[in-house]
């Protein structure tokens, strides 16, 4: 059998053979006809007629004979393409099919499609493509068709499923559709359909996007924003997150967002040489400033990212994340405060664990005996003893402990170097909600170094314990005699008073014992500094009051207030090596310029001095009239005041105190108001100092204490449930008027009981005079009424002093109750006040109430009473009747829990 190529290649050959036969037969045949007709030729021209036949002949033959073979080879060509496009088609990676253009019936189909739908090439002949292969939407694909069959495009492409028959599987598809046009036909007679499989595509595309998910959600519960520098186009790119962070509420941060401007001023130097710095370095940026939000409060953030840059070097841009770091560095602080009451408490304190073995001590109990705290950790009390007690006493002193948790008295011991002192000792133990001890709190202070103050105090009648300047009487005796010496001779003077600037912030950072060395080494440096002739004193707490005598004017006055500043600014190393230095304000008054008297001048140099410092701090002022329109002002309030007392405007409102194991009302506080007539309700925070430095709160504080037992008593005698009044004492109250005989007064006249009357005392009251106050809380305690610590945790009252203290119950300060349960550190805080006062054998009462959550965490650490909006807002006085008639019965206000 010939094959194709042979075939092909005689063809022609015969064609041309058979071509010259006829040729050769016509000629033949010709010559016949002629000899027939008899026609005569010569011959001459018989050769050239024949001769010119057979080379027309072989010359047409040649002709043909090369059109037929170039046609062959064109064919052999077409064949094979044909050929080798089949075995493209039939191979391909992708699905083809041919459709005819009137009803979509497949012409046929390779076998990529075939194995995508499930079933053979010759099973989808003539099936419905658009049956096979759908598409979402129909119309669009439709209008697209339309465009290529009327030539307005060669192709178009649209996604596509396949489904496989026998799996179910679905292969999505990108299906490229052209037409195919046939030679002489108006129009295509076929479509084309090629069909590119996306499924890695589109599973590349679905783990992106859940890649982007999950980063997004991980960066949104993080609170974390991303931020992006692009150096090419110099702008800034941000996360949705960021304008959270930001407190933006606008449509485009980027553009309202300028770094530079909304870094704080303190942070801005800083952070943009730690910046400079990361980019130089090529290192990780890590940054925290405050930024301003567009809240108008600047918040704490941290910045971490990292410059990304081409091969030549090129910065290309900057990204991270940023972060608030408010929430922590405030939980930083507040932990810091925390540690800080009983770190800076002037009394040691040490905890150990049930074993006796110690676990921590605080920076005073190492003051006081000499070792240092690695020395101690570890080790039991053991190691303290004086020798001076027998087993007796430590048998005695434990079975205390074991009975009641609780022990107090003297004890001896010894210093690490060998010293022995007596100190007053309270020793508690810490149980967990199984009653079992974990930890046991010792709190001691030396007696000896108490005893020498008092003796100090005695032998300085006339001179400030601290700092050994005259005190406020000494130097008001001074100043007068200096007032006559200048009226005598008819020379000038000058009254400068020095009050330390931000005096809170160095007791409140450093503790009160460094803020009086503080205070004495200005006072110190300030006696160094003086003139021959000048006097000096204390007024009190950091108010020093300087007497220049004969100064020639204004600028004399000048040169005095900028020498003593310069003294007080020098710097003072504490023990543990930490360097302090503060400032003072200054205000100057002279004589006879602004003042003739003492009390005058005095008076006018404290005008002055609040002017001074509201220049700043180190700043200087001197009296003027204007400085007086306050003063006026605070005498218009107390004038008010003292009518409004006569004229009764004074009301008092109710807030009900409730037991948490029984949700009853067991008692209420009796809150001051002021119902001016003209300005209507006035807050106790602004009257009840103008009360205090005017006297009225003498009158005042007996009033409340009168008006709150006769409500009590009114109470009482109609019927309604027995509960305890609560009134609070103001620090001058307590210390400065007899609050006892009052009390005592205001019991006998209205015939309340005084087992039920509580009087409250804040925390700073007993810390300042603690002696005086013990002497106080001894006299309230034998009238028989109950003794309670108002605000405990804000103060840095000594804890041994508390114990010494008859109290009844301790009142944790609202601050501490109110982000419960979101802040850990008030968590902590609070639960260590309950387990402190339950420790000394005291009721625990929690302030400031508002939620379930609060309530539910207080009850389960073990609080007794709870008061606040939860259970009811201060009310007057008819309003808290009807409350008191609801729970006649006994029935509870609130709601509570009660153990299972």
């Known amino acids: 059998m010939k094959s194709e190529e042979g075939h092909s290649a005689l063809t022609p050959w015969v064609i041309v053979t058979l071509y010259l036969c006829v040729g050769m037969l016509w000629l033949g045949a010709q010559a016949g006809v002629l000899g027939y007709f008899d026609v005569s030729l010569n011959r001459q021209s018989l050769r050239w007629q024949i001769g010119l036949f057979i080379v027309w002949l072989l010359a047409t033959a040649l002709i043909a004979l090369w059109f037929m073979q170039r046609k062959a080879r064109a064919d052999q060509r077409g064949r094979e393409t044909a050929q080798e496009l089949e075995l493209v088609v039939r191979h391909a990676p992708a699905g083809m099919a041919r459709v005819h253009v009137g009803g979509a019936e497949i012409v046929w189909a390779n076998a990529k499609l075939a194995g995508w739908l499930g079933c053979s090439v010759e099973s989808l002949r003539g099936q419905d493509f658009r049956v096979l292969v759908p598409v979402n939407d129909q119309d669009d694909v439709a209008l697209q068709l339309q465009r290529l069959l009327d030539g307005s495009t060669d192709y178009f492409q649209v996604l596509r499923q396949c489904v496989n028959a026998g799996t179910g599987k679905v292969t999505p598809v990108l299906c490229t559709t052209s037409r195919v046009a046939a030679s002489g036909v108006d129009g295509p007679v076929a479509l084309v359909c090629v069909l590119q499989d996306l499924s890695e595509m589109v599973s590349a595309r679905n783990a992106m996007m859940r890649s982007e998910t999950m980063l997004r959600l991980a960066l949104e519960g993080s609170g974390n924003g991303v931020w992006e520098w692009d150096a090419l186009e110099q702008r800034l790119n941000f996360s949705t997150g960021m304008s959270a962070l930001l407190r933006y509420q606008g449509q485009d941060l980027a553009r309202e967002f300028d770094f530079h401007q909304r870094l704080h001023p303190e942070d801005a130097a800083g952070a943009r040489a730690q910046a400079e710095q990361a980019l130089e370095q090529g290192s990780m940026l890590v940054l925290t400033a405050r930024l301003l939000c567009f809240d108008g409060l600047y918040r704490w953030f941290r910045a971490r990212g990292q410059a990304y840059r081409d091969e030549s070097g090129r910065l ?50 190492t003051k006081l005996l000499g070792f240092s705290e690695a020395e101690m950790l570890g080790k039991t009390p053991r190691m303290f003893k004086s020798g001076r007690h027998d087993k007796a006493f430590y048998d005695a002193m434990w079975a205390s402990m074991h009975a009641t948790g609780h022990w107090q008295g003297e004890i001896w011991n010894r210093r690490k170097n060998g010293e022995v002192f007596p100190e007053r000792m309270s020793l508690s133990a810490v149980k967990d909600a199984n009653d079992k001890v974990t930890h046991y709190v010792c709190m001691f202070t030396d007696i000896s170094a108490e005893k020498a103050r008092e003796q100090q105090l005695e032998f300085l009648a006339h001179r400030d314990t601290l700092t050994g300047l005259p005190n406020r009487s000494q130097f008001t005796r001074m100043l007068g005699e200096a007032v006559e010496l200048s009226q005598s001779t008819n020379r000038r003077m000058a009254v400068l008073l020095f009050n330390i600037d931000r005096f809170k912030d160095v007791n409140d950072s450093y503790g009160h014992s460094i803020g009086d060395e503080v205070l004495r ?62 400032s003072v304000s200054a205000g100057i008054c002279l004589y006879p310029d602004h003042a003739l008297t003492a009390d005058d001048l005095l008076q006018g140099a404290h005008a002055a001095v609040y002017g001074a410092k509201a220049r700043g701090s180190n700043a200087w002022c001197f009296f003027h009239e204007n400085m007086t329109q306050a003063a006026r002002e605070r005498l218009a309030l107390e004038a008010r005041l003292r009518r409004a007392l006569e004229l009764g405007h004074m009301r008092l409102y109710y807030q009900p105190q409730i037991d948490l194991a029984t949700g009853r009302v067991v008692g209420a506080e009796a809150l001051l108001r002021w119902l001016d007539p003209e300005e209507g309700l006035i807050s106790p925070a602004r009257f009840i100092p103008v009360a205090e430095n005017s006297g009225v709160i003498g009158p005042l504080g007996l009033w409340v204490l009168g008006e709150a037992c006769r409500q009590g008593q009114q109470w009482r005698a109609a019927g309604l449930p027995d509960l305890a009044i609560a009134v609070n004492v103001s ?9 006892a005989g009052a009390t005592a007064e205001a019991l006998n006249k209205s015939g309340f009981p005084a087992s ?24 309230l305690r034998e009238l028989g009424l109950r003794l309670a610590i108002d605000d405990f945790g804000t103060g840095y009252s000594s804890l041994a002093h508390l114990k010494r203290f008859p109290l009844d119950l301790l009142k944790i300060d609202q601050g501490f109750i109110r982000d419960i349960p979101h802040s ?22 929690a302030e400031g109430v508002e939620t379930q959550e609060q309530l539910s965490f207080l009850q389960q650490k073990g609080c007794d009473y709870f008061q606040g909006y939860f259970c009811s807002r201060p009310l007057p006085a008819e309003d808290f009747t009807r409350l008191l008639e609801k729970t006649r019965e006994g029935q509870p206000l609130v709601a509570v829990a009660t153990a299972g």
């Not at 005598?549 to 710097?571: F, T």
């Not at 620090?731 to 609050?739: G, M, N, P």
Request: charged letters at 20%; proline letters at 2%; glycine letters at 6%.
């Open 521 to 582: 080494h200005v006072s110190v440096q300030m006696q160094g500094a003086l003139r021959h002739g000048d006097i000096i004193g204390r007024l009190a707490g950091d108010e020093i009051c300087v007497v220049a005598q004969s100064i020639c004017g204004r600028d004399s006055a000048v040169d005095v207030a900028e020498r003593l500043m310069a003294a007080a600014g020098q710097p003072w190393t504490t023990p543990d090596g930490l360097s302090v230095v503060v």
């Open 824 to 845: 850990a550190d008030d968590m902590t805080i609070s639960s260590s006040v309950i387990a402190l006062g339950h420790a000394m054998g005291l009721k625990v009462l």
């Open 316 to 365: 290309i841009r900057i990204s991270g994340l940023l972060s608030d770091q408010t929430a922590s560095r405030e939980a930083d602080e507040r932990s810091r405060l925390a540690s800080t009451v009983v770190d800076n408490t002037i009394e040691g304190v040490v905890v150990t664990d049930a074993h006796s073995r110690i676990l921590s001590v605080n920076h005073a109990f």
């Open 756 to 779: 039920l009357l509580e009087l409250e005392i804040t925390e700073s009251a007993l810390a300042e005079k603690p002696e005086e106050a013990l002497a106080v809380l001894n006299r």
């Open 731 to 739: 620090l001058h109250q307590f210390l400065l008027t007899d609050i």
